[in-house]
């Protein structure tokens, strides 16, 4: 099983918009820092966006600061990533990770998730 599902990718035209989410069947996502990784073809997996379990301190990669927003639903059982004015840089798989440990503050680096997604993969057109 995995322990956490993402979804919402697809293809979208550059200049739009993608949502996506990030859930658990397995994990209680309130208790878990939660960060958004991607890897496009032939490039290491980036941190893109993070946001701490208590305090919800996030944090965001430069490539995705002004364009997306990581917040989580009022149920806390869902994190989102809102991807806005998507261009020809952003096509990957996207990857959602969970953290036990990142209560006050999250950081970009794989280190501290333990639990991954399969991902979900998003496709720019120009």
């Known amino acids: 099983q995995v322990p956490v599902v993402e979804s919402g990718g697809g293809l979208v035209q550059s200049g739009g918009s993608l949502r996506l989410s990030c859930t658990s069947s397995?994990?209680?996502?309130?208790?878990?820092?939660i960060g958004w990784f991607r890897q496009a073809p032939g490039k290491e997996r980036e941190g893109i966006a993070c946001?701490?379990?208590?305090?919800?301190?996030?944090s965001y990669a430069d490539s995705a600061k002004d364009r997306f927003t990581i917040f989580r639903d009022s149920e806390r059982k869902t994190v989102f990533l809102q991807m806005n004015d998507l261009n020809p840089d952003d096509p990957a798989v996207y990857f959602c990770?969970?953290?036990?440990?990142?209560?006050?503050?999250?950081?970009?680096?794989?280190?501290?998730?333990?639990?991954w997604g399969q991902g979900t993969q998003v496709t720019v057109s120009s």
């Open positions: 990770a969970a953290s036990p440990t990142s209560l006050k503050a999250c950081e970009l680096g794989e280190s501290p998730y333990g639990h």
């Open positions: 397995e994990l209680i996502l309130s208790y878990y820092g």
């Open positions: 946001i701490s379990s208590v305090s919800g301190t996030t």
